[in-house]
């Protein structure tokens, strides 16, 4: 089985052609984003809201997150897999957080790297030891700046960041640049101001990829769900929605249960099953 390795997706952010990645929450919708040929693909643990109805990330266990994950590394195909460590997962402390993270790396070979929400240097100085620490281990780290909504509740909300104050600004870049300091492969960038995004990734050295973040980023990233219309027409502003696919499902809902009420399912002949005869005339 081949699939994409950090060094293939260097070497396409290097040849300057923007980066494809889609987050997948089971075996089904990780199948269309290999089958899409997407080059990177994120086990996000906003599944914990698409995909299982809780209200935020923050309630997700680790043990329902890592069944997702290995239903979503069972399908075939190229995409790199990129699992989020969700909350509660290293906050409490780092060798905690260590086992965790490598316990995720142990669920499947595919897994080839771990995604970590973290906010600015100054004040998250643990997540940034943190990262520093699995990247020294080896265990390659995708960090996730910006609008973390793991840390919904510290920010006061679903928030566009670093577009306020100069100072958030400042932090936002230096903490880009520290993250690439101490070892990370790639950054995701959420709901910054496009000019924030495409600054900081002509001045880094790593691949950026940006969700709310403009065009400007070296490769973008959304949730399977909004991206094809599988919970309705409400996605945020960023998205750019290229199917509607829940209505297509409740209309192919609509349509079996029409047949089933006046029976034109199943129809005798393509659906059924036949008893030779004879032998249903004996059983009479
Ligand atoms: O969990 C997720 O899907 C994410 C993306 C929004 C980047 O972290
Ligand atoms: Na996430």
Same mark, same amino acid.
């Given at each position: 089985?081949?699939?994409?390795?950090?060094?293939?997706?260097?070497?396409?952010?290097?040849?300057?052609?923007?980066?494809?990645? @889609?987050?997948?929450?089971?075996?089904?919708?990780?199948?269309?984003?290999?089958?899409?040929? @997407?080059?990177l693909l994120l086990v996000g643990d906003s599944?914990?809201?698409?995909?299982?109805?809780?209200?935020?990330?923050?309630?997700?266990?680790?043990?329902? !997150?890592? =069944?997702?994950?290995?239903?979503?590394?069972?399908?075939?195909?190229?995409?790199?897999?990129?699992?989020?460590?969700?909350?509660?997962? !290293?906050?409490?402390?780092?060798?905690?957080?260590?086992?965790?993270?490598?316990?995720?790396?142990?669920? #499947?070979?595919?897994?080839?790297?771990?995604?970590?929400?973290?906010?600015?240097?100054?004040?998250?100085?643990?997540?940034?030891?943190?990262?520093?620490?699995? @990247?020294?281990?080896?265990?390659?780290?995708?960090?996730?700046?910006?609008?973390?909504?793991?840390?919904?509740?510290?920010?006061?909300? =679903?928030?566009?960041?670093?577009?306020?104050?100069?100072?958030?600004?400042?932090?936002? !870049?230096?903490?880009?640049?520290?993250?690439?300091?101490?070892?990370?492969?790639?950054?995701?960038?959420? @709901?910054?101001?496009?000019?924030?995004?495409?600054?900081?990734?002509?001045?880094?050295?790593?691949?950026?990829?940006?969700?709310?973040?403009?065009?400007?980023?070296?490769?973008?990233?959304?949730?399977?769900?909004?991206?094809?219309?599988?919970?309705?027409?409400?996605?945020?502003? !960023?998205?750019?929605?290229?199917?509607?696919?829940?209505?297509?499902?409740?209309?192919?809902?609509?349509?079996?249960?029409?047949?089933?009420?006046?029976?034109?399912?199943?129809?005798?002949?393509? #659906?059924?099953?036949?008893?030779?005869?004879?032998?249903?005339?004996?059983?009479?």
């Amino acid at each position: 089985a081949k699939y994409n390795t950090i060094q293939d997706i260097r070497n396409k952010y290097l040849a300057g052609t923007p980066l494809s990645m @889609c987050t997948a929450h089971d075996f089904i919708t990780a199948t269309w984003v290999n089958k899409a040929n @997407c080059d990177l693909l994120l086990v996000g643990d906003s599944l914990a809201m698409t995909s299982l109805g809780y209200d935020s990330t923050i309630t997700l266990s680790l043990n329902e !997150f890592k =069944y997702h994950v290995s239903s979503v590394c069972r399908a075939e195909g190229s995409s790199m897999v990129v699992v989020d460590m969700p909350f509660g997962t !290293f906050e409490s402390d780092m060798s905690k957080g260590l086992k965790n993270a490598i316990d995720i790396m142990k669920l #499947h070979s595919k897994v080839t790297s771990v995604k970590v929400e973290v906010g600015l240097y100054s004040t998250d100085k643990y997540t940034m030891k943190y990262i520093e620490e699995l @990247c020294s281990r080896g265990i390659p780290v995708m960090a996730h700046i910006g609008l973390t909504p793991q840390k919904v509740h510290s920010l006061g909300g =679903y928030k566009v960041q670093a577009n306020k104050s100069l100072l958030q600004m400042q932090e936002l !870049f230096e903490t880009a640049k520290q993250l690439q300091k101490i070892g990370c492969w790639s950054i995701l960038i959420e @709901c910054v101001p496009h000019k924030m995004a495409q600054f900081m990734t002509s001045k880094l050295s790593i691949p950026t990829i940006g969700i709310g973040a403009g065009n400007g980023t070296s490769g973008q990233v959304l949730v399977i769900s909004d991206l094809l219309g599988m919970q309705g027409e409400s996605v945020p502003k !960023f998205v750019k929605q290229t199917v509607n696919m829940a209505d297509i499902a409740t209309q192919g809902l609509k349509e079996y249960i029409a047949n089933v009420e006046d029976r034109t399912f199943p129809e005798k002949g393509p #659906h059924t099953f036949k008893v030779k005869d004879e032998l249903w005339s004996e059983f009479l």
